[in-house]
């Protein structure tokens, strides 16, 4: 009875205090009690619970946080912002991704010398695009056009065509490895007749992007511009486009780029090749410039591009 008395006691002992009690101490070695898992389970049975269920807390914790960081340094990574879809678009080939809902931008484009004879220069070409939301965006732009005609030609300078569009992600996105979307812009006769005409254009177009690895993204553009009414002769060019954006940095992303267009009516086709640099200028700002050279006919031309952003990107 005293034994089985004593035992009950230091049982309880042991559960409430974790540990072996002065008793057991007295008839157990020390060696006895490093080897005896009872009594090692019973006297570190607080501490290892309370170490084992922070260890576990600490690991859920960086586990939960694990997808966040991942998700974050692939964003990085892919756009090199916080704005994400339209970061980095180059100059000629438009992305496929259209701006989130409250998000767009504001880009200002010069070109020059890029035919020879005629020297055009587009000072600039503003284009205001802004998101829907649920996968639309709508944009509007506007040229002013400088036409020197000849060594010794008069220069005229004009608006261009009043152009307003819209787009919408068909599949994919910036959460994706690919994104398709289609696009339809219509251009008013409210420039220059001198310089562009008195006829409406329709501009239906595919944009597509790939980004095979997460340092390159090649973006695929193709339209159809036809001209509706005027007074002048009717045209029809077939117009394609493609980049290839290496991912290089936080700040500068070189670029290679071609753009042709081909007269359906003529057969007349014009190609140009382009190589140029996008530096960003913090979050919301880019700083586009380029070469553009003419494989038919041969010239050299300059392109530059001042792109203004705001919002998150991703649609």
Avoid at 41 to 47: P, T
Avoid at 274 to 284: C, D, F, L, S, T
Wanted: some cysteine; aromatic content about 6%.
């Amino acid at each position: 009875m005293l034994g089985h008395k004593a035992c009950s006691t230091n049982d309880a002992l042991r559960s409430r205090f974790g540990r072996a009690s002065p008793s057991e101490s007295v008839h157990k070695s020390a060696m006895e009690m490093d080897h005896d898992p009872v009594s090692a389970d019973a006297r570190n049975n607080s501490d290892g619970r309370n170490i084992r269920e922070s260890s576990a807390v600490r690991n859920y914790k960086v586990r939960s946080w694990l997808p966040t960081l991942e998700s974050i340094c692939l964003a990085a990574t892919l756009s090199c912002s916080f704005l994400g879809a339209q970061n980095v678009e180059p100059i000629l080939t438009q992305t496929a991704i259209p701006f989130a809902a409250k998000a767009g931008s504001l880009k200002l484009d010069y070109a020059g010398g890029i035919a020879p004879g005629n020297s055009s220069q587009v000072i600039p070409e503003a284009t205001l695009q802004v998101g829907a939301g649920h996968g639309w965006e709508i944009l509007a732009r506007f040229p002013l056009i400088r036409i020197t005609s000849g060594p010794q030609g008069a220069t005229v300078i004009g608006g261009g065509q009043l152009a307003a569009g819209a787009r919408y992600l068909l599949a994919g996105g910036a959460d994706r490895a690919y994104a398709i979307s289609v696009q339809e812009i219509t251009e008013a006769p409210t420039g220059d007749t001198r310089l562009v005409g008195n006829s409406t254009q329709v501009i239906p177009g595919l944009l597509a992007d790939w980004r095979p690895t997460s340092k390159i993204v090649i973006h695929s553009n193709l339209s159809f511009d036809r001209s509706i009414g005027g007074t002048g002769p009717r045209s029809a060019f077939l117009e394609y486009s493609g980049a290839l954006v290496w991912l290089a940095g936080m700040h500068v992303a070189p670029v290679l780029e071609f753009a042709g267009s081909t007269n359906t009516f003529t057969g007349k086709t014009q190609v140009v090749v382009q190589p140029e640099v996008i530096r960003r200028a913090g979050v919301h700002f880019e700083l586009k410039a380029g070469l553009a050279f003419g494989l038919h006919p041969a010239s050299i031309g300059f392109r530059g591009q001042l792109t203004w952003l705001w919002g998150k990107g991703d649609p």
